[in-house]
């Protein structure tokens, strides 16, 4: 069984930084994918930045150029870097690790989230 805690995500500034973390617990694998979603009130869930095992990145049009996805695979961390943040970046921000067994079948695991509001 797999857990993540999101950790970092508070209130900032239009323009300011932030850096979210995600630690994940259990049992990790260095295929699996790591993806980083946010959740705006009223809107869907969506995809903000992934990471893939071999180290490939994918960003949400909004977000590139600003925000950067890394890993820490001796900490089992994954890393949001957040620069010039806009008011429209204000969501719940969520990690989710992807694994796929030897069968090829897929196991999604989510974090609790971690607020971020970006405001004057």
């Known amino acids: 069984q797999v857990q993540l805690v999101e950790s970092g995500g508070g209130l900032v500034q239009p323009g300011g930084s932030l850096r979210l973390s995600c630690a994940a617990s259990?049992?990790?694998?260095?295929?699996?994918?790591m993806d980083w979603y946010r959740q705006a009130p009223g809107a869907e869930r969506g995809l903000v930045a992934r990471l893939t095992s071999a180290g490939s990145t994918n960003y949400a049009d909004s977000v590139k150029g600003r925000f950067t996805i890394s890993r820490d695979g001796d900490k089992n961390r994954v890393y949001l870097q957040m620069n010039s943040l806009k008011p429209e970046d204000t969501a719940v921000y969520y990690c989710k690790l992807t694994h796929f067994n030897s069968l090829g079948l897929r196991y999604s695991y989510w974090g609790q989230g971690t607020q971020v509001t970006v405001s004057s």
């Open positions: 259990g049992t990790i694998f260095s295929t699996d994918i």
